[in-house]
């Protein structure tokens, strides 16, 4: 089956209401979805946070918080539910599960980045894929799911991001990460995009790894407070913990599943570097299932709703302006081309 792209331009409020009314099912499963296994993780509270963290996202993207407005209205689902759902980190940190393995290499004259999105596993049933064509702003292409906004992707201007998350002890209420990576999407150079990544106020921070058509790759480490950009000639991976000797002070506590990625991806990383097929040396590493149930491509350990596992995976070709999007398990799940 080919892969279903959303198309979606306009205004910000005008993308999301187009996204929302295109993913409606998807978007009030995963609500459905989300109500149900916060409650069995032990969620106690109501779905809503202190007025704090959606002022501090009016004030920085007052037109991303429109996105999720029109997002709300297409699928006619409550603002203030995917809201939260926007800041979910904020509400569970610090135990909010700990994903994500992203690659990014220089090569073909540009670069390539890949990555992998570990989440809830049922969350494969709410992946959505878009092109959006914003006014006044570069167009880009995303996968994600459903109930948040686009985060990993790729823009015409030529920058692609990957998101991963960390888990800092310098958290506290302000911007919520999901819009902080959305905004990223906006950048016309990794310099800019390092700008966006950083706004004063925000509540929290991720890993963005970053790459840009000129072949200028690196990785960008954030927290509330602090950050470190660290630039890479021909090959940078991350998974779910802090590496930068400047950030360590702050790392909550690093997982073993991102330990175990990270040393994956260590050895693997000759074999990427020197590949003349540096595609499918990144789909490979992608699939890659060693260290299982702690590896790269992860697969549910159980049946529980709240079982963890890759939702998709996806690989930017930025010299193309390409994605090849697997939903699911890339081991088990054939990687469809799109193009921006």
């Keep these: 089956m080919p892969l279903e792209i959303i198309q979606a331009s306009g205004n910000h409020y005008d993308i999301g209401y187009t996204v929302g009314r295109a993913a409606r099912r998807q978007l009030h499963d995963a609500v459905n979805y989300y109500k149900s296994v916060l409650k069995e993780e032990g969620w106690t509270g109501p779905w809503t946070l202190p007025g704090d963290y959606l ?44 994903a994500c393995t992203g690659i990014a290499m220089a090569a073909q004259g540009s670069a390539l980045l890949g990555h992998n999105e570990d989440w809830y596993y049922r969350d494969c049933r709410s992946v959505i894929v878009y092109r959006a064509r914003p006014k006044d702003k570069p167009s880009f292409i995303t996968i994600t799911a459903a109930p948040f906004l686009a985060a990993v992707g790729m823009n015409e201007a030529g920058i692609a ?37 950083t706004p004063q106020n925000r509540a929290g921070g991720y890993n ?17 407070r602090a950050h470190c950009y660290v630039p890479a000639e ?87 302006l390409s994605a090849a999007v697997a939903i699911g398990n890339p081991c088990t799940n054939r990687y469809e081309r799109c193009s921006l």
């Design 234 to 320: 021909k090959l940078t991976y991350h998974t779910n913990h802090y590496l930068a000797p400047e950030m360590l002070r702050l790392e909550h506590g690093a997982g073993p599943g991102s330990l175990k990625r990270l040393e994956r991806l260590k050895e693997l990383a000759e074999g990427l570097a020197r590949s003349s097929e540096p595609f499918q040396a990144i789909a490979g590493s992608l699939r890659d299932h060693l260290y299982a149930p702690l590896s790269i491509c992860r697969h549910p350990e159980d049946e529980r709703a709240a079982a963890e596992g890759t939702i998709f995976s996806v690989i930017f070709n930025l010299r193309e």
């Design 55 to 98: 002022q501090a996202a009016r004030d920085a993207f007052p037109h991303l918080v429109e996105e999720i407005e029109g997002l709300a209205a297409g699928a006619g689902l409550s603002f203030a539910e995917l809201f939260f759902l926007n800041s979910l980190e904020e509400a569970l940190d610090p135990a909010a599960p700990p």
């Design 161 to 197: 991001q990957g998101v991963n998350s960390v888990s800092s002890t310098d958290n506290k209420p302000g911007i919520p990460r999901v819009l902080v990576s959305r905004a990223v999407l906006e950048a016309e150079s990794i310099e800019q995009a390092v700008e966006m990544a």
């Design 208 to 224: 963005h790894l970053l790459a840009s058509r000129d072949g200028r790759i690196g990785y960008l480490e954030t927290s509330a």
